[in-house]
């Protein structure tokens, strides 16, 4: 026994939950947008319901879960194509671009409307540059568009309803010729499918990517308007039965239906969730990035100096190796030769050399990292070794004469103070 079931619009046997009734609904939910801007749900064959009220009736918990499924479900949403242009033009230009740019243009003269308040959607350009195209005003995709938006149908495409139908084939038409039985082709005659939704209504696919709609009386007018331009029009009926919920093209086309005649596209363009992400944490990433690339450069840099400093620091010390030792002509291993040499020469005399006194304040100098040799000078009249220095720090600099001092003889000369940096000269007595 069945009963009428107030909140589903249907019917619910007994015995049956509400919540099975529900999901019974809405596994074939339709939706589409009337001519005044209204979105629809046909809940029922035949039955349509205002969207927003038929949500606010199915809001509660044991609904909810089902309701989102259903809405995630639907791949397309239709729209009535009396508001949408159908047209199809020669367009010039090989790139994608280029056409695209052009295209606006190429249909200003046949529009009624600035091309600034259209939205125009190529939906195919064929090998000898025809572009057919769906022309609709902003104001209207952007309500549509809004609609979508506030009910969570982000997923959906938005096409125009004149797609539900199975395009016929056009330009041709073999008829058998009576007297020699050959097949004759009526080149001038164009097919268009058919579908009488109503006593007002009826929808029209003209070819592959075109269509409209309109009332009996427009209809005929547009049939015979474009029998005179095009050649005879050859109507071919279709039922309820061959009335697609989605999308239809043609077998050679194998792109989805929906995606290639779906008008949401430019500003109004479908994103994906992955995007939505995308775009909420670029700015962190970015940021990310760029401190990413200022340390590696710091490091870089830096590594670059210490570098510099090395070479510096093994051309001053083979400088003063070739002048203690003169003799070597070769440098393999400087230090196991400079401990050669000096022991050769008893080790280190009263009376010492350049390199002699710079091997004797090394232990000094390892004990004051920050300090930087620049440049090592030796006066052989005066027997004296003048070491430039710098440091961050002028006490830096005192503190490693001090030390020296307890070794050698010397005297620091400062200059070129700094809050950051601090140079001078330190004189060794080599005698």
Known sequence: MLQKHPETNGLQ?????????VAQTLHV????FDLSGKLLFETQPGIWDEAALWLQSHDRNEERDQVKRALKALSVVWVPSEQITLVERFVPGKR????????PFALEESLAEPVETLHFVPLNRNAEGLVSVAIVTLERMRMWHEQLQQIGLVQAFL???CF?????????????????????ENQNQQAWSVFQQSEQRILVRSGEYLGFAASPQWFEQMKQLSSQQQGDVKILPVDASQLSGTCVLSQSVTRNPCAALNLLTGEFQIKSQSSAYWKLWQWPAVALLALVVVYLLGTFMQTQQHREQALAYQKQTERLFKERFPD????????????????????LSASIGPGQLAKKLETAFAQYDKVQILRLDWRAS?????????????????????AVSAIQSSELKVKNVSQTQAEGVLYVDAN
């Open 382 to 402: 005066s027997r004296q070794l003048s070491i430039q220095m710098q440091a961050p720090q002028v006490n830096d600099l005192q503190n490693l004469a001090q």
């Open 328 to 347: 070597v002509k070769r440098i393999i291993n400087i230090r196991a030769q400079a401990k050669s040499g000096f022991q050769q020469s008893g080790g």
């Open 159 to 161: 096409v125009a309803d």
């Open 164 to 184: 539900r139908i199975p395009p016929a084939q056009q330009a041709t038409d073999l008829e058998q010729a009576p007297d020699n039985g050959h097949a004759v």
């Open 96 to 103: 994608r671009a280029d056409w695209q740019s052009a295209l």
């Open 29 to 32: 939910l339709q939706a589409q």
């Open 13 to 21: 046997s007994q015995g049956e939950s509400p919540k099975q009734a």
